[in-house]
């Protein structure tokens, strides 16, 4: 059973950038499509990225297209996301997620499909 630990997370100012990691024990991340979600107070968790278990495919939210990406290396088991031009909305808990897949090349971008899920990791971004 893959464990997923998030890192990376902090404090930071608008405008400013961050890179989030998500490191896999346990078991491999291959055979496994990632994402990151997030969720913010009193709000429903959301998706922000997918990478497809070959890495070749991404997929982004539209808040997160042009100022987030993502991406794995399988090697180490490990999926970053790099957070650039962060706004004050873009505080919330981020949580890396692993879904099963025998698709090399699928994103999932909905939170019922996803398997694992880390314990997430604080992101504020001050004003």
């Known amino acids: 059973q893959v464990q997923l630990v998030e890192s990376g997370g902090g404090l930071v100012q608008a405008g400013g950038s961050l890179r989030l990691s998500c490191a896999a024990s346990?078991?491999?991340?291959?055979?496994?499509?990632m994402g990151w979600f997030r969720q913010a107070p009193g709000k429903e968790r959301e998706f922000v990225a997918a990478?497809?278990?070959?890495?070749?495919?991404?997929h982004y939210s539209h808040f997160a297209k042009g100022r987030f990406t993502i991406a794995r290396d399988n090697a180490k088991d490990t999926v970053h996301l790099q957070m650039n031009m962060l706004k004050f909305e873009d505080t919330a808990v981020y949580y890396c997620?692993?879904?099963?897949?025998?698709?090399?090349?699928?994103?999932?971008?909905?939170?019922?499909?996803?398997?694992?899920w880390g314990q997430g990791t604080q992101v504020t971004v001050s004003s």
């Open positions: 346990g078991g491999t991340l291959s055979r496994h499509g």
């Open positions: 997620a692993a879904k099963e897949t025998y698709s090399s090349t699928s994103v999932y971008t909905l939170t019922s499909t996803y398997n694992y």
């Open positions: 990478i497809s278990e070959d890495a070749v495919i991404t």
